[in-house]
């Protein structure tokens, strides 16, 4: 009588926790940064893969988790239907506590904990539902028919190269742009890349007639929030005859995002084959810290001087900080303006800006200042990079 009592309340438990990882599971992947997914996908991580592999198709993760929760729901229902009977009460009870149990401990707190978490519960539950979704390939298979894309191979010609050097005829001196050209396979984005803050930022909530006075700049990012979150770019010549109250973002495009270590020679066919002329830098981290153009890789090769509003600016502090500082003695010591409450420390000011707390060489930009987070602890910042950008 005992044994089918234990028996049947681990199963409704079991069952339970199983479908709060198929929840948390679910919500985690949809909510997993895209631009860290790209990077780790570049340095074939193989969690990554199984992971662009359920979200390329739709069906494959939603179709998976949607069967999987069900199934165990069902499973948990009836074993608090038996439950109950082998107490001698009567079955009907089972839904109430079966309820609260689905709603608090399988919804609610493996929902909250996905979203605060989403890169850490996505690859920790990725391979078992990667291999449940295999097992269900069958049923999503005339589905993925209809949206495979046949990936081409992407290359420079001869005539190309050829065509390159006749358009730079000014240069006399072609042996040497043909060696410079053998040594871009040395050179990786990082060292070519102009840093984000020599380029105008704007935020996605901007307006037009906030930058159409800018007329001396080509490009344009566009931010969410952080302005290492570069999220589309806009080219001036597209925005001059629209109605100044539009948003800016409407009339951007989406950026391509390339990896700081990337190779120069493999950089240079990608922006054949993707028919672009700009890249944001990504490091590590999946952050954005510079933008890279087709002309600064030609610039490279035949040695064009960089325009003016281009050249490097020059950084007046650099200093390490306690992460413990009052907003205040900040203000006070570097002559700044920091607009947020003068008592909070710069810990809390890094964290309210980003929304959670950041990762050990993660880049916050306020003002005219570049925050490089150097030390954390579990919920604090403790030592901080500052450099004053002019």
């Known amino acids: 009588m005992m044994n089918k009592v234990f028996l049947f309340l681990s199963i409704s438990f079991t069952c339970v926790l199983l479908e709060a990882f198929f929840s948390m599971f679910e919500l985690a992947s949809v909510s997993f940064n895209k631009v860290r997914l790209q990077y780790y996908l570049s340095k074939n991580y193989r969690k990554a893969k199984m992971l662009d592999y359920l979200l390329k198709k739709p069906s494959r993760l939603f179709g998976t988790t949607l069967i999987a929760v069900n199934t165990v729901l ?34 609610l707190a493996p929902l909250f904990a996905a979203r605060r978490h989403p890169e850490h519960v996505a690859f920790f539950g990725v391979p078992i539902i990667y291999f449940i979704s295999k097992l269900l390939s069958p049923f999503t298979y005339l589905i993925s028919l209809f949206t495979k894309n046949k990936k081409t191979e992407i290359f420079l010609t001869k005539e190309e190269i050829q065509k390159a050097f006749e358009e730079k005829t000014q240069f006399s001196n072609i042996d040497k742009a043909v060696r410079t050209i053998f040594s ?26 906030d930058i159409k006075k800018l007329s001396n700049l080509h490009y344009i990012l566009v931010y969410h929030k952080n302005k290492n979150q570069i999220v589309s770019i806009v080219k001036l010549k597209d925005i001059l005859k629209t109605t100044s109250k539009e948003r800016i973002i409407n009339y951007g495009s989406s950026p391509w ?72 003695d900040f203000n006070k010591k570097f002559k700044a303006n920091i607009p947020f409450d003068k008592n909070k420390t710069l810990s809390d000011v890094i964290f309210e800006f980003l929304g959670y707390h950041p990762s050990i060489g993660e880049v916050v930009f306020l003002e005219n200042f570049e925050f490089i987070i150097k030390k954390t602890s579990l919920f604090k910042t403790k030592s901080i990079l500052v450099r004053n950008i002019r």
């Open 184 to 209: 871009l396979k040395n050179l990786k984005a990082k060292d070519l890349m102009l840093p984000l803050w020599f380029f105008k930022m704007v935020d996605s909530k901007a307006i037009l007639e």
């Open 74 to 107: 069902l499973m948990g229902s009836e074993a608090a239907r038996r439950f109950y009977l082998s107490l001698g009460l009567s079955p009907d009870f089972a839904p109430i506590s079966q309820f609260i149990l689905v709603v608090i401990f399988g919804e």
């Open 257 to 328: 995002f390339i990896i700081e270590n990337s190779s120069i020679l493999d950089i240079l066919k990608q922006f054949r084959h993707n028919n672009q002329i700009i890249a944001v830098v990504l490091n590590k981290l999946g952050q954005a810290t510079g933008m890279l153009t087709l002309d600064m890789i030609f610039d490279r090769i035949f040695e064009m001087e960089k325009v003016k509003h281009l050249e490097k600016k020059e950084v007046f502090i650099e200093k390490n900080i306690s992460g413990k500082m009052l907003v205040s």
